[in-house]
């Protein structure tokens, strides 16, 4: 009786373990999977900044990272190539030449 209480503790404790390692194994993914995600987030949004800040001439910029839409008068839709795509909607005032952000958000396909 007392052999089937022990051998029932030892695989409790091991399927224990088991669990354990397949956590630790999820939270590693987990944790490699956000940092690669927000690398691409940073990677995204300095490449729409660079058209954002180039928009008035873009004759300039040496290599094209976005989409650049006109919208209507002075309203331009910039989406980033690369992944994950943040799309910005921006006023671009003629007088200054500064583009004001007013919203922005991320594509999925």
């Given at each position: 009786?007392?052999?089937?209480?022990?051998?029932?503790?030892?695989?409790?404790?091991?399927?224990?373990?088991?669990?354990?390692?397949?956590?630790?194994?999820?939270?590693?993914?987990?944790?490699?999977?956000?940092?690669?995600?927000?690398?691409?987030?940073?990677?995204?949004?300095?490449?729409?900044?660079?058209?954002?800040?180039?928009?008035?001439?873009?004759?300039?910029?040496?290599?094209?990272?976005?989409?650049?839409?006109s919208?209507?008068?002075?309203?331009?839709?910039?989406?980033?190539?690369?992944?994950?795509?943040?799309?910005?909607?921006?006023a671009?005032d003629?007088?200054?030449?500064?583009?004001?952000?007013?919203?922005?958000?991320?594509?999925?396909?």
């Amino acid at each position: 009786m007392i052999l089937v209480w022990v051998t029932s503790l030892l695989l409790l404790g091991s399927s224990l373990l088991v669990c354990l390692e397949r956590l630790t194994a999820l939270r590693i993914v987990e944790v490699n999977t956000i940092a690669m995600a927000q690398q691409g987030f940073m990677e995204s949004e300095k490449s729409v900044l660079a058209c954002e800040k180039n928009l008035s001439n873009l004759s300039t910029l040496s290599e094209n990272t976005c989409f650049i839409q006109s919208i209507s008068k002075n309203h331009w839709l910039i989406t980033s190539k690369s992944k994950p795509a943040i799309q910005v909607h921006v006023a671009l005032d003629e007088k200054t030449g500064i583009a004001t952000r007013l919203n922005w958000r991320q594509v999925f396909e």
